[in-house]
């Protein structure tokens, strides 16, 4: 898997030490922090193919932490990874931008696909937006 840049978000932080020590090697570089205050500290300074974010946590919960998320970087793929999943939770975070939403105990390898889909889909909106900015700028010029 080529090197994909990772953030791992979750106050498990054994958790999150073993996932991204899992990650790494498989040749990613996964950046964790424990708060949404601290994701989107992060998120600021740094993009990511992927943010792997945790429903429930202190201070701020994962559906607060990814429209932040989203408002900074709006290519960024949102993939949640909880233990204490709804339905109705699930329906929410994809409505409002989430890639996917997994539950915990997650098998390693669907893990590893969904970053990977992740990281497509963010090139592609990534070349979407160059080409209409382009598009634009040609049709400034009226060539």
Same mark, same amino acid.
Not at 9 to 15: G, M, N, R, T, W
Not at 39 to 49: C, G, L
């Given at each position: 898997m080529e090197s994909y840049k990772v953030l791992l978000?979750? !106050?498990?932080?054994?958790?999150t030490n073993?996932?991204? =020590?899992?990650m790494e090697t498989r040749? &990613? %570089?996964v950046?964790?922090?424990l708060t949404g205050p601290?994701?989107?500290?992060?998120?600021?300074?740094?993009?990511? !193919?992927a943010v792997?974010?945790?429903m429930a946590?202190? =201070?701020m919960d994962g559906i607060e932490? &990814? %429209?932040h998320l989203l408002k900074i970087n709006p290519d960024v793929q949102i993939i949640f990874l909880t233990g204490k999943a709804t339905l109705q939770k699930a329906i929410e975070a994809v409505k409002l931008g989430a890639y996917d939403f997994m539950e915990k105990p997650v098998k390693f390898e669907s893990l590893l696909e969904k970053v990977d889909e992740a990281k497509t889909k963010k090139m592609e909106l990534k070349g979407k937006r160059e080409e209409e900015r382009i598009k634009n700028i040609l049709g400034k010029k009226g060539w």
């Open positions: 978000v979750d !106050d498990e932080e054994e958790f073993v996932l991204a =020590e899992r040749g &990613m %570089k950046d964790s922090v601290s994701a989107i500290e992060r998120v600021k300074d740094t993009f990511y !193919d792997i974010l945790d946590m202190p =201070e932490t &990814m %429209k």
